[in-house]
């Protein structure tokens, strides 16, 4: 079977192979690229634009666990009566996943998921989490995800970037979830984030510890543990077929756009 371990991450195209080989590959072009050096990170240069970077990125952090969980009900059996899935490995690795970013060790003991620290760290630097949980008060009272997106009051631009993973997600293929999930998050965010934990040093300690600690976090998994994992799951769904792999591909693609298109929209509030 094919697989992307034995490549950088995010770079499956860089070097097209001749045959068969070509096809059996995760193709980003130079979106993962793009989206690594965004000019957003050098605009987020004072502790208000910072908060207002957590007000709009906290709902692709809720997104995120969204994704995840679509992940699981794919891969594992999250119904009753339980029957065992036909990929037991695949099911293994997802739930070793869940377990990291739904139940996460605290620093100061305790667990909680990465949402949960996020909001936390939005609470101590005195971020607004309004808008986000009102999204959460408006599902938990029956609305639709459109409908609550609508309500809520979140930033359009992230509203936008919700409905275009949900999308996603309603698709119901189990390849396009784990291909976004996986190249459009786990592959792509310890690059991105290394750019605010820089950026944080310089900062306020007190103010910005709980929200580095979220950051750090997120490095550490995804980099040396989550996205090893998700790329072996694509590889598997995947297969020998090329119509598979050009599926996940166009997938990959598509929400590392839809990355770039939010990050082009927050920029444009400072320039």
């Given at each position: 079977?094919?697989?992307?371990?034995?490549?950088?991450?995010?770079?499956?195209?860089?070097?097209?192979?001749?045959?068969?080989?070509?096809?059996?590959?995760?193709?980003?072009?130079?979106?993962?690229?793009?989206?690594?050096?965004?000019?957003?990170?050098?605009?987020?240069?004072?502790?208000?634009?910072?908060?207002?970077?957590?007000?709009?990125?906290?709902?692709?952090?809720?997104?995120?666990?969204?994704?995840?969980?679509?992940?699981?009900?794919?891969?594992?059996?999250?119904?009753?009566?339980?029957?065992?899935?036909?990929?037991?490995?695949?099911?293994?690795?997802?739930?070793?996943?869940?377990?990291?970013?739904?139940?996460?060790?605290?620093?100061?003991?305790?667990?909680?998921?990465?949402?949960?620290?996020?909001?936390?760290?939005?609470?101590?630097?005195?971020?607004?989490?309004?808008?986000?949980?009102?999204?959460?008060?408006?599902?938990?009272?029956?609305?639709?995800?459109?409908?609550?997106?609508?309500?809520?009051?979140?930033?359009?631009?992230?509203?936008?970037?919700?409905?275009?993973?949900?999308?996603?997600?309603?698709?119901?293929?189990?390849?396009?979830?784990?291909?976004?999930?996986?190249?459009?998050?786990?592959?792509?965010?310890?690059?991105?984030?290394?750019?605010?934990?820089?950026?944080?040093?310089?900062?306020?300690?007190?103010?910005?510890?709980?929200?580095?600690?979220?950051?750090?976090?997120?490095?550490?998994?995804?980099?040396?543990?989550?996205?090893?994992?998700?790329?072996?799951?694509?590889?598997?769904?995947c297969g020998d077929n090329p119509a598979h792999w050009a599926e996940a591909s166009e997938t990959a693609r598509a929400c590392l756009a839809?990355?770039?298109?939010?990050?082009?929209?927050?920029?444009?509030?400072?320039?």
């Amino acid at each position: 079977m094919p697989t992307v371990e034995a490549q950088p991450p995010g770079t499956a195209a860089s070097h097209p192979a001749t045959g068969q080989a070509a096809d059996l590959v995760i193709h980003l072009g130079k979106g993962r690229d793009r989206l690594v050096d965004h000019p957003l990170y050098a605009l987020i240069d004072s502790p208000d634009r910072l908060r207002r970077f957590m007000e709009h990125h906290v709902f692709a952090v809720w997104d995120f666990q969204s994704l995840l969980k679509a992940m699981q009900q794919k891969l594992t059996c999250t119904s009753i009566p339980w029957l065992p899935t036909p990929d037991p490995e695949a099911r293994r690795l997802v739930n070793e996943i869940v377990l990291d970013e739904e139940s996460d060790e605290l620093p100061n003991g305790g667990h909680a998921s990465h949402f949960e620290l996020y909001l936390e760290s939005m609470r101590h630097a005195a971020a607004d989490t309004g808008p986000i949980e009102r999204l959460l008060d408006l599902i938990r009272r029956g609305e639709s995800i459109s409908q609550a997106l609508t309500a809520c009051g979140g930033p359009a631009a992230a509203c936008d970037f919700v409905r275009r993973s949900f999308e996603v997600i309603e698709s119901g293929s189990t390849r396009r979830i784990v291909a976004a999930f996986t190249y459009g998050r786990e592959d792509v965010i310890p690059d991105m984030f290394r750019h605010l934990v820089a950026s944080l040093a310089v900062e306020d300690p007190a103010a910005w510890a709980p929200f580095r600690f979220y950051l750090e976090r997120h490095i550490a998994h995804d980099d040396a543990k989550h996205a090893p994992v998700c790329r072996r799951i694509v590889a598997r769904l995947c297969g020998d077929n090329p119509a598979h792999w050009a599926e996940a591909s166009e997938t990959a693609r598509a929400c590392l756009a839809s990355r770039i298109t939010f990050w082009d929209e927050i920029a444009a509030t400072w320039q």
